[in-house]
């Protein structure tokens, strides 16, 4: 039974494949992702997500972050980790969150609605977890209490 409903941002997964610096959010970047393969955590994502990561992949080839062979062997992995994608009904949610915290992008908005209609059990803890310095700004001192901040 999902006692842990999970959305992380790029911004996490890039961290993860990429062991990027800092170091310490690296590490956390694991963490998350090592406790979001457990049977009791669903891990989740708007339906685009795999596009940003790909997309961020493929520019730390061109400007020779990663070698093509190094970012195919990070693409591989990235699609066995067990991420639920979903769509339909959160666009509706992105464009209100979008409007709430008056985000510029529905981008960062689905995320978060990613994570308030996931199909998991109401007694399920829900966390989105992000690196995204932006976006956290944009949020300021209403930022949802399931938002969390990697490196803290």
């Known amino acids: 039974m999902v006692e842990q409903v999970l959305c992380l941002d790029t911004s996490v997964i890039i961290k993860y494949l990429t062991l ?39 520019k730390k080839v061109r400007t020779n972050k990663l070698t093509v062979s190094e970012a195919d062997s990070l693409w591989q992995f990235f699609a066995t980790l067990p991420i639920d994608y979903i769509d339909k009904q959160l666009r509706n949610r992105a464009w209100e969150i979008a409007h709430i915290y008056q985000l510029p992008t529905l981008y960062d908005a689905a995320f978060l609605a990613s994570l308030e209609v996931a199909l998991a059990p109401e007694s399920a803890t829900r966390e989105f977890w992000t690196a995204d310095r932006v976006l956290l700004n944009s949020l300021g001192s209403a930022r949802p209490a399931y938002v969390k901040e990697l490196g803290n």
């Open 20 to 58: 990027e610096e800092p170091v310490e959010e690296a590490e956390q970047a694991i963490e998350l992702i090592h406790t979001a393969q457990s049977d009791t955590v669903q891990l989740v994502a708007p339906a685009f997500a795999w596009a940003e990561v790909g997309s961020v992949l493929r």
